[in-house]
């Protein structure tokens, strides 16, 4: 298999992957393995292969459940997280730094929300609403970070096993 092929066949199943976990938990508010997955997926894969596959999953995600701007919204904030993740892989082990990475976006993604929604919410940045609006909301931001770190910790040791048995696997050119 060409690697071009690989890297498509690869984003098409983990996009896939991620679909299905952010529909099966959507009658859940802030149960997140969606975010888990990004996070792993970043780890071991980088991030030229989980942008593509967070950003098609958002808009899939989008498709099926609604568009709406928080849709653009989460293009952007996954694609940062994507970009953190894959480049801090080599500042500490690998499950302490996916907890790390975790845990700060999901404190901060109610945050930078509100602030990337203003323009819709509010008209501008209208600094009183915007603070009320994103500590009204801090409940939920505190719920997404639990839910994500219980996630990365349920998922992280068979993503890791599959992860050594799909590099260990022979390559073909």
């Given at each position: 298999m060409t690697k071009t092929l690989h890297w498509v066949a690869m984003t098409g199943v983990l996009t896939a992957v991620m679909v299905v976990a952010r529909l099966f938990v959507h009658p859940w508010p802030n149960v997140t393995p969606f975010t888990a997955l990004v996070i792993l997926v970043a780890w071991y894969f980088g991030w030229r292969i989980a942008l593509p596959a967070a950003s098609l999953a958002v808009i899939l995600t989008g498709l099926?459940?609604?568009?709406?701007?928080?849709?653009?919204?989460?293009?952007?904030?996954?694609?940062?997280?994507?970009?953190i993740t894959s480049g801090s892989r080599r500042v500490a082990d690998e499950k302490s730094m996916a907890l790390i990475v975790?845990?700060?976006?999901?404190?901060?993604?109610?945050?930078?929300?509100?602030?990337l929604q203003a323009p819709f919410l509010f008209g501008g940045f209208n600094w009183p609403a915007i603070w009320s609006y994103w500590l009204a909301g801090l409940s939920f931001d505190f719920?997404?970070?639990?839910?994500?770190?219980?996630?990365?910790?349920?998922?992280?040791?068979?993503?890791?096993?599959?992860?050594?048995?799909?590099?260990?696997?022979?390559?073909?050119?």
């Amino acid at each position: 298999m060409t690697k071009t092929l690989h890297w498509v066949a690869m984003t098409g199943v983990l996009t896939a992957v991620m679909v299905v976990a952010r529909l099966f938990v959507h009658p859940w508010p802030n149960v997140t393995p969606f975010t888990a997955l990004v996070i792993l997926v970043a780890w071991y894969f980088g991030w030229r292969i989980a942008l593509p596959a967070a950003s098609l999953a958002v808009i899939l995600t989008g498709l099926l459940l609604g568009m709406h701007p928080v849709v653009m919204v989460q293009l952007i904030l996954y694609a940062g997280l994507v970009l953190i993740t894959s480049g801090s892989r080599r500042v500490a082990d690998e499950k302490s730094m996916a907890l790390i990475v975790g845990l700060v976006f999901c404190l901060t993604y109610g945050f930078w929300t509100t602030i990337l929604q203003a323009p819709f919410l509010f008209g501008g940045f209208n600094w009183p609403a915007i603070w009320s609006y994103w500590l009204a909301g801090l409940s939920f931001d505190f719920a997404h970070c639990v839910t994500t770190f219980m996630c990365v910790i349920a998922l992280f040791h068979p993503f890791s096993r599959i992860m050594t048995m799909y590099q260990n696997l022979p390559q073909k050119t």
